[in-house]
């Protein structure tokens, strides 16, 4: 234990980097309690409390009136605002159903031409003979289709002809 803190005073002696940053919290230690002093005080009165009334200075009553002038308009301009946004609610909701009356026959044919489709789809084909049950299923081509390029039928081709001399 002796050693460590003879290393410590070694340390703290002959290190600068301690030393400026011990040197820093001894300038800020001293700033804050040189800028927060203690000893402001204030003036007190006789003892009585004098009631301060606003509305006895000439300033605070033409204060008064200039801000019950603007909040007089803004409440104006708010219900100015109030009646136009339901003028357009109003507006809207009347588009909607206007919209709403001109596309539900609309509406209605297509959920009927489906459900006819799907009974369409649905309903089974009868086929007379067979072992099917008067169910018949679409014929499946096995053989792959050509394009035009089915094998034709060539002739047989001619004779060959004779080499060699001609007699005359």
């Known amino acids: 234990m002796k050693d460590r803190i003879e290393d410590l005073k ?26 927060h002093s203690p000893n402001r005080s204030f003036k007190q009165g006789d003892g009585s409390l004098k009631a301060f009334d606003p509305l006895e200075d000439e300033e605070f009553k033409d204060l008064i009136q200039a801000y019950e002038e603007k909040l007089y308009a803004i409440s104006q301009d708010n219900r100015a605002l109030k009646a136009t946004a339901e003028q357009s609610q109003a507006r809207v909701q009347n588009l909607e159903n206007t919209v709403k009356d001109l596309f539900a026959p609309t509406l209605d044919r297509l959920d009927n031409v489906e459900s006819m489709l799907d009974d369409i789809k649905n309903r089974p084909v009868a086929v007379s003979g067979g072992n099917n049950n008067g169910m018949c299923m679409p014929k499946v081509n096995d053989r792959p289709t050509t394009f035009g390029l089915e094998e034709a039928t060539v002739p047989p081709p001619p004779p060959a002809a004779k080499v060699g001399p001609k007699k005359m």
């Open 10 to 35: 070694l340390l703290l002696q002959n290190d600068r980097r301690i030393w400026a940053v011990i040197g820093f919290f001894i300038l800020a230690l001293l700033i804050v309690f040189l800028s």
